[in-house]
C-alpha cells in the first residue's frame, strides 16, 4: 500500500475511534512501536499520522511518551445517525449471532477474523527475519484467524498478510518477497491441485506442500435462491448478475477452466469483469443485493447467511522451501495444524474437511 495513501487512512482509522468514543480526551494512543506493528508499516508512516491529527488538534504528541488524545470531535447530525445506523448493525449481528447459539466470544473472534485482512496486510519484506512469517496467497479464512491469533501460535513470532491470489502467492515466495504461500490452484490437465504449479515455477528446488485442509467450494445464492439457480450454465441467462474472483485466484483459474470445459463465453455472463480479492468480498456483494450469483468457499457464504450450492471439493496447501521447515514458527505452525484446537476452529468456521490435514509433501 503506498505510504502516501496509507499515513491518511490511519489518521482516518484514529480519527473515527474518537469520534464515536473509543479514545476520550486524555487517553493515551497506543505506542507508535504497537500502531506500526498493527499497520504493518513503517515508523515514518505512522509518525506522518500523528503530526496530521497533532495539525487538526485532536492528539498531541512528546518523543519517548505515547500520543495523549487533547479533544473530542463534534459529530454532526449526518454523521451521528450515519454511526447510529453502524450501531444497529453491529446490534442486529450481535443478536442473530447469540440467538444462533454462538457465544459472545465466538461473535468478537468473527468479527475480529472479518477485520484480520485490512490490519494485518504485509507489504514486502526486504530481508526475511526469523520473528516475521510472510505469508501471500489465497484469501482463507482459517489463515485470517490465525494471523491473528499467532502468538498462541508460535509466541514472539508475528504473521503477516498478504492475500493476493494463489498465483500470486507462489510467484512471491518463488521472488523471496513471501516466506509461506497460500495456493489452491487446480490444473485441469491432470486433475491435481498445486503440484503442477509449484514444479514449474520451481524448477530443481525443494518445496514443502503441507496440506491445510480441503475446502468446500460452491455457488453462493442469497436465500431461498430467489433467481432459481442450478449451476454454471445459468451464468449466461439476462436476470443473473455474477461476481467474479479477481485473475490469479485459485477460484478463478478453476472458474475459468469449468467455462472452457462446458463451453461458455466469458463475455455472455453478466458482471465476469466484476472481480473481488476475497471470498468475503464476494459474499458482501451478493448479501447486500449487487449481485446474484458467485463461487467460493462454504466458510464465507455461512458468515453472511447465504445459501450455498456445493460444486467440489478442493486441497488448500501451505507451501514452503524446504529449508524452511526447521524453523521454530514453521514448526509450530504444522503442530498446531495438527492439533485439535484447529480442528476446532475449522468446524466453527463451516466447510472444511480434515482429510490429510498436515500432510507434508516434498518435491
Known sequence: MDDEYLYQKIASAIRRDISIGLYQPGDDLPSIRKLKESWNCTIGTIQRAIHKLEDEGLVSSHVGQKSKVVASINVHPADSLRHANLV??????????????????????????ALARWRNVSQSQNMLNQEILRFAGSHDLAVAWMATHFDEISPGCRFHLNFSGSLSGLMSLAEGKADLAGSHLWDAETNMYNLPFVEKLFPGERIVLITLAHR??????????????????????????????????????????????????????????????????????????????GLGIEAAAKAYNLEFLFENLERYDLIIRQGLLEKTPIKDLIAWVKSDKFLQVLDRLGGYESSEIGKIQLI
Open 216 to 293: 468446500r467450494i460452491g455457488w453462493f445464492v442469497k436465500p431461498g435462491n430467489p433467481k432459481g439457480f442450478t449451476g454454471i450454465n445459468d451464468l449466461i441467462r439476462k436476470d443473473i448478475h455474477f461476481v467474479n474472483r479477481n485473475v490469479g485466484s485459485g477460484m478463478r483459474v478453476y472458474f475459468d477452466s469449468k467455462l472452457k470445459s462446458c463451453g461458455l463465453n466469458s463475455k455472455d455472463i453478466i458482471g465476469y469483469e466484476n472481480q473481488k480479492m476475497t471470498h468475503t468480498d464476494l459474499a458482501i456483494e451478493i448479501a447486500e443485493n449487487r449481485a446474484d450469483v
Open 88 to 113: 444497529h448493525r453491529a446490534e442486529t449481528f450481535m443478536l442473530d449471532t447469540i440467538t444462533s447459539g454462538y457465544s459472545p466470544t465466538e461473535a468478537e473472534d468473527a468479527f475480529r477474523l
